[in-house]
């Protein structure tokens, strides 16, 4: 018998955003609509104050995704982790999502091949893949990779339809090739730096943002 799509699957995509721009949102928005899900959540990674570079806190990066998304109802941001007093930790915000949500709600963590790549270096990442499923999106310039560790979990876990992420809580890896976007936050903070323009990498409304508050060109 056919396994019946749970309706609500909490999807969401975390990352610094430092700043948000076009290769984040479309690839959240291709997903929400290859996935069939209501929305896709955004979520900002805290830095810790200490940490923070100069130009640039927590809350403006959340303000600049809030207003990346205002007015697309497909994504939204989820400000869990920058309000949180605990570190932004992958594995925090999981259980975090889990206790809320419940055990049976599909939960997908979204995240590019390069933050694939290393996931064998974040906090306790062998919990992950019993709180969410991993949705891995190719990222021009980065293959699937070959570490031993990180080749055994993608070969253990791999899933090869949208449906076998939407029909269970946890426990899956998908890869998933969209539209190839070659924009970094990297490459976007240097244009910035350089006096040049970034338009039309992000949203003209983060890009009005960054001139307004005077964010990554000038280090006072
Ligand atoms: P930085 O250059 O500062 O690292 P970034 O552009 O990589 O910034 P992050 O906030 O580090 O952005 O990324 C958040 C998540 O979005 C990560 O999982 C990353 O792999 C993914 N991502 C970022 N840019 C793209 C893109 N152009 N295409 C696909 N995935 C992306
Ligand atoms: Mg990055």
Redesign the pocket.
């Known amino acids: 018998m056919p396994k019946v799509i749970n309706d609500n699957p909490f999807v969401f995509?975390?990352?610094?955003?430092?700043p948000?721009?076009?290769?984040?949102l479309?690839?959240a928005l291709e997903l929400q609509q290859w996935l069939g899900v209501d929305q896709i959540a955004l979520i900002?990674?805290k830095t810790p104050v200490h940490r923070e570079a100069p130009g640039r806190s927590s809350e403006q990066r959340l303000e600049m995704v809030r207003l990346a998304v205002a007015d697309e109802p497909a994504l939204r941001v989820d400000d869990r982790e920058i309000c949180s007093d605990q570190p932004s930790y992958s594995l925090l915000t999981l259980q975090s999502l889990r206790q809320e949500l419940g055990d049976e709600r599909p939960i997908c963590m979204?995240?590019?091949?390069?933050?694939?790549q290393t996931l064998p270096s974040w906090h306790e990442w062998e919990k992950f893949i019993d709180l969410c499923h991993l949705i891995v999106?190719?990222?021009?310039g980065?293959q699937l990779p070959d570490g031993d560790q990180i080749s055994d979990f993608t070969q253990q876990h791999r899933v090869v339809t949208p449906q076998d992420v939407l029909t269970k809580p946890a426990g899956s890896v998908l890869f998933h090739e969209?539209t190839?976007?070659?924009?970094?936050?990297?490459?976007?903070?240097q244009t910035i730096e350089q006096g040049l323009s970034p338009r039309y990498l992000l949203p003209d409304q983060v890009w009005r943002y960054i001139q307004a508050n005077r964010l990554y060109s000038q280090v006072s």
């Open positions: 995509m975390g990352g610094t955003f430092d948000i721009h076009n290769g984040h479309r690839t900002p990674a979204i995240m590019g091949m390069d933050a694939y999106v190719h990222r021009p980065y969209l190839p976007l070659a924009i970094s936050a990297t490459q976007i903070r």
